[in-house]
């Protein structure tokens, strides 16, 4: 396996997936490195639901792009979800790219530190993702129809307790790429500015 450092440095955004999918072993190991994430107070409320039956992952899909289809763009609105909007209107959006295994991660409602916390799990997973030769991505959509009646209704089917809301999500699967391993390019870093105080 790589370093750590490597494993970061390497680690990019997934969004075109192989049917292909994740051996259980492979699936436990990123599972269990999101599980090992720091939370405050040593908290671990974070809740992940892994989804891995193809039929529920296309049912969500539709229902995902049915109400972004009802969102219309408004001044102003964050870039990424403006263009999800937009993307919803057209034929094919599937929010998790067709990922083979899709980890919706929860946490408690009203627990001040459930971004920060539900964002070390995500950030555990797609390291380990990585260091697996495993594509993974970020998915904002469930968190951002978080309140949505109607997804709160598929979420709690499917194990979504009533006090826990979506935080983020992980799309995970074999890359589809040449090589079939995950673009590993780093992209420039121009932001994130560092003030050293010495
Ligand atoms: C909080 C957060 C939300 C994100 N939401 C999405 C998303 O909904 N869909 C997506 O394709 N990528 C999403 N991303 C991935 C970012 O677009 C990506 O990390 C960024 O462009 C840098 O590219 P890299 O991950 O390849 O280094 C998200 C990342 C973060 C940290």
Request: hydrophobic letters at 40%; one cysteine or more; proline letters at 4%.
């Amino acid at each position: 396996m790589m370093t750590v450092e490597e494993c970061i440095k390497t680690r990019r955004s997934t969004r075109k997936y192989l049917a292909r999918p994740v051996e259980d072993d492979k699936l436990e190991r990123v599972i269990e490195a999101g599980r090992c994430a720091p939370s405050g107070g040593n908290n671990q409320s974070a809740h992940l639901l892994v989804i891995k039956n193809r039929d529920v992952l296309k049912e969500l899909a539709v229902q995902v792009k049915h109400e972004f289809e009802q969102m219309e763009v408004t001044e102003g609105l964050y870039a990424s979800l403006a263009s999800a909007i937009r993307a919803s209107k057209g034929e094919k959006y599937v929010f998790h790219y067709d990922a083979p295994v899709l980890i919706v991660v929860a946490n408690k409602r009203n627990y001040g530190n459930s971004m920060a916390d539900s964002a070390c799990v995500l950030e555990n997973m797609m390291l380990m993702a990585n260091g697996l030769n495993l594509g993974s991505c970020w998915i904002n959509q469930l968190r951002w129809l978080s309140e949505n009646e109607a997804l709160l209704k598929t979420l709690g089917a499917l194990g979504l307790k009533e006090d826990e809301r979506v935080c983020g999500a992980l799309a995970l699967g074999y890359p589809d790429t040449v090589d079939g391993l995950p673009d590993r390019v780093a992209l420039p870093r121009k932001g994130n500015p560092v003030t050293v105080i010495a």
